[in-house]
């Protein structure tokens, strides 16, 4: 059992070039999201989805996007990367609404994202 | 809004001693209260989760408890062990459940 698989662990961009976060899950998860982390500030939501087809802003959406086409999948796109997204991303998911119930939130191990 | 808070931010201990990870929140009206371990360069495992019905919940020496009314939860951690050794964080729900805000979190170095 996989759990939540993140790829790559480590990037490194330029300014204003895209890329893709990629996340996929295996316990067939209906609850999606992403996190960034930063000495700090700890760490902040930036979109997350209830289901397939369904997605929504976090806290700090601004220069991503997201798309939910499979229940497994839930990709993390960058536009036009800039050096305030220097960060470390989390994927995680949970059976249900993580603030719910009984549903614990399970993360995967992380990209390391460096812009210059 | 809701706001979490973890004092202390760094905890270092000798091997063997019981220590208490402090979590306050602003917002009483919460669903469940979760703790998690982050190891360096890792992502967060999910340790304990208190539904807000329960009081307490535990996890082999691991012992979480929740009081909504005063806006607390406690870590309770017995004989600690050098593999102790993490970040470990909580995190409670704002905007009914679908999302978590977390606390800084709490630094621990267990010393053998």
């Known amino acids: 059992n996989a759990g939540v698989t993140q790829t790559p662990k480590f990037q490194v961009l330029k300014t204003g070039q895209s890329m893709t976060l990629q996340c996929a899950q295996d316990?067939?998860?209906?609850?999606m999201s992403w996190y960034r982390q930063d000495p700090g500030m700890g760490l902040r939501l930036i979109h997350y989805s209830v289901g397939a087809g369904i997605t929504d802003q976090g806290e700090v959406p601004n220069g991503y996007n997201v798309s939910r086409s499979t229940t497994e999948d839930f990709p993390l796109r960058l536009l036009s990367a800039a050096p305030s997204q220097t960060s470390v991303y989390f994927c995680?998911?949970?059976?249900?609404?993580?603030?719910?119930?009984?549903?614990?939130?399970?993360f995967g191990n992380g990209t390391r994202l460096t812009v210059t | 809004k809701q706001e979490v808070t973890q004092i202390p931010a760094a905890l270092s201990v000798p091997e063997g001693e019981n220590l208490v990870l402090n979590c306050s929140f602003t917002d009483s009206a919460i669903y469940n209260l979760q703790w998690f371990r982050q190891d360096p360069g890792k992502g967060l495992t999910s340790l304990l989760l208190?539904?807000?019905?329960?009081r307490e919940q535990t996890s082999g020496r691991l012992n979480a408890s929740l009081d909504k009314s005063s806006g607390r939860s406690t870590l309770y951690i017995a004989a600690s062990q050098p593999g102790d050794s993490a970040t470990y964080l909580c995190?409670?729900?704002?905007?009914?459940?679908?999302?978590?805000?977390f606390g800084g979190g709490t630094r621990l170095m267990v010393k053998p």
């Open positions: 995680a998911s949970s059976y249900l609404y993580p603030g719910t119930g009984d549903s614990p939130l399970h």
């Open positions: 995190a409670v729900p704002m905007n009914a459940g679908n999302m978590l805000t």
């Open positions: 208190i539904q807000s019905s329960q």
């Open positions: 316990m067939n998860h209906e609850y």
